[in-house]
């Protein structure tokens, strides 16, 4: 399962990641800089950092580097911690070329840290975590790439002690070094960090726009240009942050033409034929600003045109309501339909556009809580009208990027309210069952398992509440085949 691959990456990358200053209100430990200096002014040198070959018991340093690794691949933390100790401080450029020993020192402040149950005393090795990566940068340079790692470490492990904001900067300035070569390990958790961001009004546009790109671009290069095993890396976060940065569509000139063009020209190719697709990529490519005289597109354009083509209503807030939706504005097209509603005594009609906003907020705006809103307004329209939960379904199955990290427990336990609104679905409107089964089938695979639900001591068929935006009782459930 793609989410439990992720989850082993993430373990994998607790080796390779890092943390500045602690930032709360409690004063952090100062480490002591027991390494040794060497003057030197050959630019020849690897490192400017002590190596083995400048120390006369080098050899003695080499060996405690070799004990330490033998003694942490056995689990003797403690034990290793002496030797790595006395080799790094004497040594921190080893041989001018292996940087392993800084990984291994972050792993063994993690390890302290995590069985340090003095607050306290945990920030003394959250702050030997920020000293190891500042070392390594004054070592091998690449501030960019440990600056990324030290922002994962922070995110993922000390965030109880770190505030968001030293978090975000870390990332953000990791992403301005590395630009459309962003490391794949930073950009699931700032996709998060940067929508949460945004959506508070806690960043402008115009550095968003700066983010949003380097990030789909990196994500673009590391599709086309990755090998072996950082291959399945870049697809799983492709299955991720593409979704989170695609909310910032909503906002105008965020992304560049050719972004539009080449994410969902493509979808017009693999359904041709299906009127809502044409309608969709239409609506994008135009709100994108792309060039629709060009020959690409005509006959897409064709298609909109005649085979799909559907009378305007009479002059009115609808005839605005869908010049704006076509044009991709958004806000424009839900304030004429809701007019539109507010006017008419026809029920049916007032479901029909109820849900049509309702859609709007889902597939264009991403805001998920009002698509739920209009939804259920709709659905107080029209019985037995299986439509609106469909839609409440899709929107809860969709929240696992919000409301965790994408995989595991908290993003995989979205899959039960969302089964729930399915199956109440097809009880009441035997229309959407085919497609409901369809859909339960799926993300049933995607429950959380046994194994996980007894970790946790709850059991099968126990009430829980899911939070998030949700706030939804359920049961519990645990995945096919587990």
């Known amino acids: ?37 060497v003057k030197v002014n050959d630019e020849s040198r690897p490192t400017p ?17 070799s004990v330490y690794r033998n003694l942490l691949k056995s689990g003797e933390y403690k034990n290793a911690f002496e030797y790595w100790e006395r080799a ?52 091998f340079g690449d501030e960019a790439y440990s600056k990324g790692r ?36 930073i950009i699931n958790p700032f996709s998060k960090m940067l929508l949460d961001r ?50 910032f569509e909503s906002v105008e000139d965020i992304y560049p033409p050719s972004y539009y063009g080449g994410r969902y020209f493509d979808y017009y190719l693999e359904n041709p034929n299906s009127c809502d697709t044409i309608d969709l990529v239409y609506r994008k490519l135009v709100w994108g600003k792309v060039d629709i005289t060009d020959e690409k597109y005509s006959q897409l354009v064709n298609d909109k045109n005649t085979k799909c083509y559907v009378a305007p209503p009479e002059p009115g807030p609808l005839t605005k309501a869908y010049d704006c939706y076509n044009e991709g504005k958004y806000k424009c097209a ?47 329209y029209k019985a037995n009208w299986g439509e609106p939960y469909m839609l409440i379904g899709k929107l809860y199955a969709s929240s696992g990027p919000l409301c965790g990290p994408g995989t595991g427990w908290d993003s995989q336990l979205v899959t039960w309210p969302a089964i729930d609104k399915f199956e109440y679905a097809k009880k009441i409107d035997s229309s959407v069952a085919a497609e409901a ?38 049961k519990i459930r645990a995945a096919k085949g587990w």
Not at 151 to 177: M, P, Q, R
Not at 447 to 453: G, R, T, V, Y
Not at 460 to 468: A, D, L, N, P, R
Request: glycine content about 4%; proline content about 2%; charged content about 30%.
């Open 88 to 139: 790094f401080h004497k040594a921190p450029g080893a041989n001018g070329k292996v940087k392993y020993h800084f990984d291994d020192g972050v792993k063994f402040y993690k390890y302290f840290y995590d069985n340090e149950n003095d607050p306290e005393l945990k920030l003394r090795w959250i702050d030997s975590v920020y000293y190891i990566y500042q070392k390594r940068i004054e070592c």
């Open 437 to 474: 089964n369809k859909l339960i089938i799926n993300y049933e695979q995607y429950m959380p398992s046994k194994e996980d639900i007894h970790q946790r001591l709850l059991k099968e068929g126990q009430t829980i509440s899911v939070g998030c935006w949700i706030n939804e009782s359920t």
């Open 1 to 37: 399962m793609k989410q439990l691959v992720f989850f082993i990456i993430l373990i994998n990358l607790a080796f390779i990641s890092c943390s500045p200053k602690v930032v709360n209100t409690k004063e952090s430990v100062t480490i002591e800089d027991k390494t040794t200096e």
């Open 334 to 380: 839900i304030s004429n339909f809701q007019e539109f509603v507010d006017k008419t005594d026809d029920n049916e009609k007032k479901a029909k556009y109820l849900i049509l906003i309702a859609k709007i907020y889902y597939r264009d705006l991403k805001n998920f809580s009002l698509s739920r809103e209009y939804a259920l307004k709709a659905a107080s």
């Open 198 to 247: 945004f959506d508070k009004g806690e960043l402008d546009t115009m550095e968003a726009k700066l983010y949003v790109n380097y990030l789909t671009n990196s994500i673009e290069n590391g599709l086309q240009n990755c090998k072996g095993q950082d291959c399945e890396s870049w697809k799983i976060i492709d299955d991720y942050a593409p979704y989170l940065l695609e909310s």
């Open 150 to 185: 030290k922002a994962f470490d922070y995110y993922y492990y000390f965030s109880d002690n770190v505030n968001k904001d030293t978090i975000f900067n870390l990332f953000a300035e990791a992403v301005k070094g590395q630009k459309d070569h962003t490391e794949y390990f």
């Open 49 to 65: 950092c002590v190596m083995f070959t400048d120390l006369v018991d080098g050899e003695d340093v080499m060996s405690d580097f």
